[in-house]
Structure formats: C-alpha cells, structure tokens
C-alpha cells in the first residue's frame, strides 16, 4: 500500500521521508528568495521613483533579466549532463547572485541596476536546470511531485519573508530604499554556506542512469514528442503570466502607500507556500491535466480581479489568487519535465523547457509594460486572462496518460 493511501495521518510522513538533499535545496532556495524576494519587492518602485525608470523600461529589464536565466539555463543543464557535476554547477549560480546584491543599494541609474539583474539572471540561470535536474536525481520516481513541491514550498516561504523584511526595513529606515536594500545581502551568503555544506550528489556526483553524457544539439531528438508537449504547454502558462513586477505596480498604482508595497509580495506568497507542497504532493496522485486546470482557472480570476481593481483589498485578492495559480503549476510542471525526460539529458531537458519558457518571459513582459503605458493597467491583466483562456483551451487537447519514470 502506498503512503498516500493511507489517509492524511500517513501522507503527512512523506514530506518526513524526503531524501536530506530535498531539504537542503530547499533551505538554499528559501534563503536566497529572501534576498531576491526583498529586493524585487522595493525594486520597481525604487526605479520609478527614486531612478525615474519608465514602466516599460521596468517591462524590458524584468523581461529581458528572466529571458536571460533562462537561455542561461540550457547551457548550464547540458554541461551538468556532459559533467555529470550539477552541484558544482548550482554553487557557480548562487555565488553568482550573491555577489550582484550589494549592487542593487548602491545603483545610481537604470543602467546599474540592469547590470546586476542582468549578472544575477545568469546566476540564477547557471544554477536552476542542475538543480532541477539533481531534485530527480536524489529524489525516487514516485515522490518527484512531494520533492518539487517541498523545495518549491521552502522557496516560497522564502519569497513570502523577502517582503516582510521590506516593509519592516522601509519602516525601520523611514522608507530609504536604498538602505531597506541593504538587509537582503547576508540571506544570499547564508544559502551558498548551506548548500555548499549540506548537499551531496548520489553515485558520488554522477547523474542520471547511465549512457554517454550529452552536449550536443542533436541529442535534443532523443528527448520524445511528450516533452516538447510540455514545453508548449509551459511557453502558453508563461505567456500568460507575466512579471510579478506588474503586481508591485499595481499596488502603488491603487493607492497603496510607498512602506506598503511589498504586502502585495507578501499576500502572493503566503498563498504560494502555503499550497505549493499540498499541489506537489497531489500531483504524485491526481492527474496533471486536472491539476492545470485549477491552476489556469486560478489565473483567470486573478487577472480579472486585478484588471478591475480599484483598492488595495481587491489587489491584495488578487495577489492571492496569482499565488495559488503558481503552487498548483509550476511544481507540477517541473515534476512533468522530469517523468518525460530521459536520465541522461535531464538537465538538458530542464534548460531547454527554461529557455523556451524565458523567452516568452520577455515577450509576456514587454506587451504587459506596452500595454500599461499605451492603454493602462486594466488592459494589461486583460491580456495575460486572455493568454490563460488559450491555455485553457490547449489542455481540451492535451489529453495526459499515465507517465513512466525514466
């Protein structure tokens, strides 16, 4: 009998059982999105205001900052498989963006703080498919749901504590951004030193199950036709949800109170941890395609409520909304990468379904910011609930069937 079937007595030992790596990278992650987290929550604000950044400035620098990840990620997911060293590959990125975040206090121009988003992406870039890619390789087939969704939940509350940190900085400091910023740079080094000490790579750093390692281009035709399904299936999700910036943005832009913005972060990801780890575990058990659905639908109403938002409390709503919508996707997305990947190129796997991801990032970004500055607010959520309904109608054709770990 599995440990779900036991009833919730039993099920709440699974997360118990999780390999200590799992717990690791989950600690690593937490500490780094509080970091990250502090700073994106002052970040658009702090441009528009204290720089002068125009919002569709803001739009091609959030965009052009996540697209990078993720082309950056390719790269890094096939040298992990080609190395067969993700851990290696994972400090690279950390350390990376730890040493970006004492530039984001001292930026003096759009141009500095493009420079450290910029640096900090390819940090971010260089660690996010290996360490994707190790979650499987550490965690058993038939808890990859319950692992993607732990470390993304410990993630999350990482992003859930970056805010408040914020708002208690902005208070603390009398809204001085610039010195509010200053508080997210030892979390970064707290994550390098965890991960550097507490996660080991099983088979003593070699990945996957075997074969030779993959580097080139011409590998990515042995990754089968149900992959790329989820590679479209996720560049649709992107497309649909832009940068969360636009969600700072709209708090300020309802009347929400220059100390107060990052609460809108705040609310988004209570709702994100707090669900990301139940939707993971589910997606061990439940169908995927049903799983999306909630997600998709979630989205929806989050943009409607954001595009008719008049107050703080319809916008902090909507914040919430947004976050359920990424507890019950993007685990689960990853989870699906994973099963339809081979061992070998799973790292490879990752990067590409982050490069294709990324660059609809950018281009989710660019018309959200266009369409604010062009027309306003309201039409920019309209759009991305409009990018979720095609989405809903790509999973009437997606038809999901039971899926053989490799």
């Not at 739009?59 to 993720?70: C, F, L, R, W």
């Not at 500095?112 to 390789?137: E, M, N, Q, S, T």
């Not at 660019?366 to 500055?373: E, P, Q, R, V, Y």
Request: net charge positive.
């Amino acid at each position: 009998m599995s440990a779900e079937s036991t009833g919730p007595r039993v099920k709440a030992a699974v997360w118990r059982t999780l390999p200590a790596g799992i717990w690791a990278m989950g600690m690593g992650s937490m500490f780094m999105d509080i970091s990250s987290e502090l700073i994106h929550s002052l970040l658009p604000v702090f441009m528009a205001t204290t720089l002068g950044v125009s919002v569709v400035t803001i739009g091609v620098i959030e965009g052009v900052a996540e697209a990078t990840a993720s082309i950056t990620k390719v790269f890094s997911g096939a040298l992990s498989d080609f190395l067969r060293k993700r851990k290696l590959l994972m400090l690279l990125g950390y350390g990376l963006a730890a040493l970006t975040k004492p530039i984001f206090p001292l930026a003096s121009s759009a141009g500095w703080v493009f420079g450290a988003r910029f640096v900090d992406r390819i940090g971010k870039g260089i660690r996010g498919a290996p360490r994707d890619a190790l979650v499987a390789d550490i965690a058993a087939p038939e808890l990859r749901g319950a692992a993607y969704g732990l470390r993304q939940a410990l993630d999350s509350v990482g992003a859930f504590l970056g805010p408040v940190l914020a708002v208690l900085a902005m208070a603390w400091f009398a809204d001085n951004i610039r010195s509010a910023l200053w508080v997210a740079v030892p979390p970064a080094f707290i994550a390098v030193a965890l991960l550097a000490l507490f996660v080991r790579e099983p088979g003593n750093g070699k990945t996957g199950a075997g074969g030779r390692p993959a580097l080139k281009l011409a590998d990515a035709k042995l990754l089968p036709s149900r992959y790329w399904l989820i590679v479209l299936l996720g560049t649709v999700f992107t497309l649909a949800r832009f940068s969360e910036a636009f969600l700072v943005l709209r708090a300020q832009d309802v009347g929400l109170g220059l100390g107060f913005v990052p609460l809108v972060m705040i609310v988004m990801n209570f709702f994100y941890a707090g669900f990301a780890y139940p939707a993971g575990a589910a997606a061990d058990r439940l169908s995927p395609r049903t799983l999306l659905f909630v997600g998709l639908l979630l989205l929806i109403a989050a943009d409607l409520l954001l595009a008719a938002a008049a107050t703080p409390l319809m916008t902090f709503a909507g914040a919430g909304l947004w976050g359920l919508h990424l507890a019950f996707t993007q685990g689960l997305l990853s989870k699906l990468v994973a099963d339809t990947s081979p061992a070998q190129l799973r790292g490879t796997a990752f990067g590409l379904f982050n490069l294709v991801s990324g660059v609809a990032l950018l281009l989710a970004s660019t018309i959200a910011g266009a369409l604010w500055s062009s027309i306003g607010a309201s039409a920019t959520f309209l759009a991305g609930g409009a990018f979720a309904a095609i989405a809903v109608l790509g999973l009437l054709v997606y038809r999901a069937r039971p899926q053989t770990a490799k």
